[in-house]
């Protein structure tokens, strides 16, 4: 019975050792965790002390951008008031000085708004962080900065200005807007163009609105039998009664080619676009031209093929024909 007793004595206290130590790892492992919830606490803690810390710094910076922010919008409205009542300055001036001055006020508002929100923070931090003095940021931003130095040139040399009908690397169209970066035209089918500065810039421009004069030209055909003399008086007519032709420069009708079926005369005059559009003169002195030379006899030739086909003698074709029967 003693032996018994042991026995269980021994068990009972190996189990109550086992449980104890269990405990013990129970509580360290709680504990660790617990740390570690404790350091992500507190760590999260301090953030949103230092964030409720810097509201106030935040709230400044917040203001002090949107002064600047009024300050851009006030110089934009001095400029146009200023320099647009002046019938010598020119209309890209005022769009340069709108658009870089304004830009350059919001940016250095930024700067300070930066500043001021975030402890310890220099614009040479930015620049940095940015990357701007890097060969492959450098690179990555070529265009847009190539974009961006056209737009100015352009704006500052004014080659053409807005509402001008302009041709650039065969699209053509109604300049609405130039910005920094690309300009934009409407077509003439309504639609709208945005060609990059760098493009504008580079490439030959066609101002079709440059000057108020331009000159008019279409050819039309006579028949070969036809007297030219008595055309070009029909023509040179017509044109010294059209009141929306100019007289200075002089128009003219010449032979221009001696054509297949025709000979073709070049009908050449010069217009007010103030007073009438070149499409639409061209249409009403060819309506005319086509009128006087139907009441005058002078015929407007068109292609025509003659065919012939030798059929041979008869005689010749018979005899052929009995060969070949037999």
Known sequence: ?????????????????????????????????????????????KIMDGFWER???????????????LLSKVFKFFVRKTLSDRT?????????????????????????????????????????????GSVAIGFAFKDIFQNLLSGVLILLSEPFKIGDDIIVSGMEGTVEDIQIRATYLRSPDGRRIVIPNATVYTSAVTVNTAYKRRRCEFIVGIGYEDDVQKAKDVVMKILD??????????????????????????????????????????????????????????????????????????????????????
């Open 55 to 69: 509201i106030p710094y935040i709230c400044i910076a917040f203001v002090v951008f949107t002064i600047f922010w």
């Open 241 to 326: 009664h059209d009141s929306s032709i100019l007289s200075q420069p002089g128009f003219s009708v010449n032979v221009a080619a001696l054509a297949d079926f025709s000979v073709n005369l070049k009908v050449q005059w010069w217009v007010d676009t103030g007073e009438t559009g070149t499409s639409n003169s061209i249409s009403s002195v060819q309506e005319k031209v086509i009128q006087a030379f139907a009441e005058n006899d002078v015929s407007i030739p068109y292609p025509v093929q003659e065919v012939k086909v030798y059929r041979g003698d008869p005689s010749v074709q018979d005899e052929e024909t009995a060969r070949a029967k037999k």
């Open 1 to 45: 019975m003693a032996e018994q007793q042991n026995t269980l004595s021994d068990v009972t206290q190996g189990t109550t050792q086992l449980l104890h130590d269990a405990t013990e790892k129970t509580a360290q492992t709680v504990l660790a965790h617990t740390s570690k919830y404790n350091d992500a606490y507190s760590t999260i803690d």
């Open 88 to 132: 010598y300055t020119r209309q890209n001036l005022v769009l340069v000085l709108n658009r870089v001055g304004a830009s350059a006020i919001i940016f250095f508002g930024f700067l300070i708004a930066m500043v001021i929100a975030i402890p310890g923070f220099t614009p040479g931090q930015l620049m940095s962080a940015l990357g701007i």
